[in-house]
Every structure is written in C-alpha cells, then in structure tokens.
C-alpha cells in the first residue's frame, strides 16, 4: 500500500511532469505527497528563496491540497536517499533525464537506484491520466515477481499488466519444443501463485512466453504493445548488479522507452 510519495525535483521541465505523475498516483492511493529538492551549496540566499519560490508554484500548480516542500543540502544521490528513510516513503519518484544533467546525471540516476530500498518510478511520458497499460519482465526470481506484485498494487483495477517471460534455449539440454513445455508450465504454475495473492481489485493480468535475448524480447514486446508502464524486477543486495534483471533495469533507466517502475 502507498501512503507516502516522495518527488525528487531538480527544477527542469521534466520534473514537473513527474510531479503530476506522483499528483494522479497520491490521489488514486490517498498518499500523502512530498516534494523535494536538494539545494547547491554554492547558493546564495537571494537564489535559494528564488528556488524556493519556483518549487513552491510548481507545488501549488500541480500537486494535491496538504503536500509539502522539503528543502535539504548535500550531495544529490545521499540527500534523496537519505530523505527516503527520514520521511518513511513508499515511493520514489523521479523525472527521466534525456540530456546530462549535474543533479540528474547518469551517475546519480544509478546510485540512486542501487541503494533506493523503497519501489523507484522514473517518469518519462506526461501523461497526468492513471495509467491502463503496463507490461513485467518475469523470471523465476523473488525479485522479479515482487516488481509484478508491487505493479498491480500500484495500477488502479481497470487496468491491465501483461508479464514476458523471456529464455534462451539450452543447446546441452532436451530439444527446443521439451524446454518451451517446460518453461510454460513453469510459468502457468507462477502466474496462477501470483495471481491468488492479489486482493480484489486487482488490474488483469495476461502473460506470454518467448525464446531468445531478454533485452531484445522486452524491446519487441514494448514496441508491439506501447505499455505506459515498464516494471523490473532488482537483484543484488543494495546494487544494481550486472545479473538478468538488474542489467535491463539499469539499461532502461537510461533509455527509457516509457515510465519505468524499478523494484528490489
């Protein structure tokens, strides 16, 4: 269950677009919503009230009556972590960056995302609407079935989450038809286990099974379905590692084709 959003503003353009995304999820959730922005040291107090004074239209612009404005010092990454634990977030969200940017950089983006130990929503599209499409890369682990749990909590009911399993044929095992049997009956069992644990209420939720490269078949999929929503699964303990999951999470908090919703 949300209860509390916490927004990582850096002052672009993009950042407000991911406040009315964390605007529409705080009133579809009843969430309390806080915003906040990490302020450059370097600042002088006449730029920290102008600062101060733009979050504050951006607040009053977009988000929810009883939101608030946090403002903090220190380093970007450390400050909105940090922040996450004090305030008791359930939700990070942030505003994909499409050109390098000091506060939102590539290298703050991850080590955010390899520490952050609450769910991570990377806005990308400026849709204010609540989101009916979203598509889970499934495999067998906890983590990745967590992202697909974690998604349908966080999509509204009219909503529908299809879940990819993707893997690549063992050439030393049995023949190519033995392996997909055995991959769908695999998959039949897990989704038919995820499926009992959702409370009523719950976004649909189709799946679908395919051969090859993970990347390739999540890309394939994302083309052909357009989802709003793409949500990963995490591995590793505290860091993005270069395992299944956590290497294709990485790659599309960079490239992101569509909203990205990273769980560990």
């Not at 994909?96 to 290298?107: D, M, V």
């Amino acid at each position: 269950m949300i209860r509390h959003i916490l927004i990582a503003h850096d002052l672009r353009s993009t950042a407000d677009l991911a406040l009315r995304r964390a605007t529409q999820l705080a009133r579809q959730h009843n969430a309390r919503l806080t915003l906040l922005h990490v302020l450059d040291g370097g600042l002088s107090q006449a730029e920290q009230e102008k600062v101060q004074q733009s979050l504050d239209n951006s607040l009053t612009q977009f988000a929810p009556p009883g939101s608030e404005l946090k403002l903090c010092h220190g380093k970007p990454s450390d400050a909105v972590l940090e922040q996450v634990q004090l305030l008791g977030a359930d939700l990070l969200v942030l505003g994909a960056h499409h050109q390098r940017h000091e506060f939102f950089s590539g290298t703050t983006l991850d080590r955010i995302a390899r520490r952050c130990t609450v769910p991570l929503l990377l806005v990308a599209r400026d849709e204010a609407t609540p989101y009916s499409s979203a598509l889970s890369a499934l495999d067998f682990s906890l983590c990745a079935c967590t992202a697909l749990n974690r998604a349908c909590q966080l999509l509204p009911a009219e909503a529908n989450i299809h879940a990819l399993h993707v893997f690549e044929p063992q050439k030393k095992q049995a023949d190519s038809a033995t392996q997909v049997a055995t991959q769908h009956a695999l998959i039949d069992q897990l989704i038919a286990d995820e499926t009992a644990q959702l409370p009523p209420g719950s976004p649909s939720l189709s799946y679908e099974i395919k051969q090859g490269s993970i990347l390739r078949g999540l890309q394939e999929c994302i083309n052909t379905r357009q989802p709003q929503l793409l949500a990963l699964g995490c591995h590793g303990r505290g860091a993005l590692s270069q395992a299944l999951l956590g290497s294709l999470a990485q790659h599309f908090l960079h490239k992101a084709p569509c909203d990205i919703f990273v769980v560990r």
